[in-house]
């Protein structure tokens, strides 16, 4: 399959069965919005769920929070958003088509000029024609701060008043870090999760919901002491985040770990890696890990005024902790679990179509069926089941058309497992449960199948 096939594949599956819609459809459309829809947003909880059981709930060193999306401005003052969080533009003058100067450079040369706006303009004006038009008419190469603003307390008399919508999850977790050693039993080393929206005003979103205005992140500050073997705690997490990747569906080889070089490194990072997973449109940023130090919390104890210190009880040391941050973007994270769900089969010479996702995060678990949907006893015996199994596993009752394409459509939601109500169920109380991945049928009595579905679910079936 071609990866652009793949691509277009995704989002028109996404579309008929109800996982991702464009955003504001019946208005025209707005362009990089998109709604999860009723499957979408089963997967998206599916898989913050995943996270939250990995990185928080199994781990005694980690516990978690849920901030505001609009902090007191001077966080990002503090964190350097304000006036470092920019991208480079610039807009061909014959189409007034808007790009990021930075790619533009980087596509036609190699050559990485973040932060050198003359030199990109330079680049541009001597290599880089219009990729729209194919002039080579370029403006000035600008910095474009990312952040959204709004305003507070905009009534006429009272002194309009900025903030920000945050443009990263994480200002809030440092500014909660005193709250938080206070009133939970943490001991370094320790990690604050959290997971929420963030915002950025990107210059070019696209590639569906890959680089989205509004997304949500799930971040981790994870504090250790000055003297900790960092290089060994960092490579724990970077291994934590390819091993979560792979519990979306992604295959090892669909992965690999950029490092950034050190030239390029923020001045106050020791190291980033981040893990790239190859979509339809190349390698690029999945997830991403970054040994911060000590500067988040020490310049927030400036700007706020508020010692943001550990104090270690055995050693009798007090000390600004270093941070390594591991961060996750979950609607990449569903773009993943997506296409590496993907899987075309040719059955009987038709193509079936079929997502394959880890059961743990397939939207729907079960789907009961009545063979016949004019046969009053087999749809009450089917409606029966239903009721039955449907407060313990996301369960669907479907008596639309024929089997195969019922079969059809749970293939393409991702169900593992679909049940059949049919006329020797009314006989023997068994039914028929058909695997998503194999297609193999088994009979199950209706009795024993809640605990059927749940050991096959976990796997752990005899
Ligand atoms: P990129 O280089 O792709 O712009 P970034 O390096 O700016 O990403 P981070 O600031 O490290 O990204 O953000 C952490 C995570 O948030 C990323 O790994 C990614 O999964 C996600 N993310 C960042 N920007 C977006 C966006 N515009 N849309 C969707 N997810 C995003």
Known sequence: MENNDLMEKIVSLCKRRGFVFPGSEIYGGFANSYTYGPYGVGLKNNIKALWWKKFVQDREDVVGMDGPIILHPRVWEASGHATGF??????CKNCKKRFRADH???????????????????????????????KRKWTEVRNFNMMFKTQLNTTDDEAEQMAYLRPETAGAIFIEFKNVLDSARVKIPFGIAQIGKAFRNEIVAGNFIFRLREFEQMEIEYFIRPDADWEKIFNEWLDAQVEFAMELGAKKESLRRYEHPKEKLSFYSKKTIDVEFNYPFGFKELFGLAHRTDYDLTNHAKFSGQKLEYFDAEKNERFVPHVIEPTFGLDRSILVALLSAYVEEDVNGETRVVMKFPKNLAPVKVAVFPLLKNKPELVKKARSIYEKVKSRFVCEFDDNGNVGKRYRRQDEIGTPYCVTVDFDTLEDNTVTVRDRDTMEQVRVAVKELPEWIDSHLNGSEK
Do not use: S
């Open 86 to 91: 920019n991208d480079a533009l610039v807009d």
């Open 104 to 134: 533009l450079v980087e596509d036609a040369t190699g050559q990485d000029l973040e932060g050198k706006p003359e030199e990109m303009k330079k680049v541009l004006d001597e290599q880089v024609d219009c990729p729209n038009c194919g």
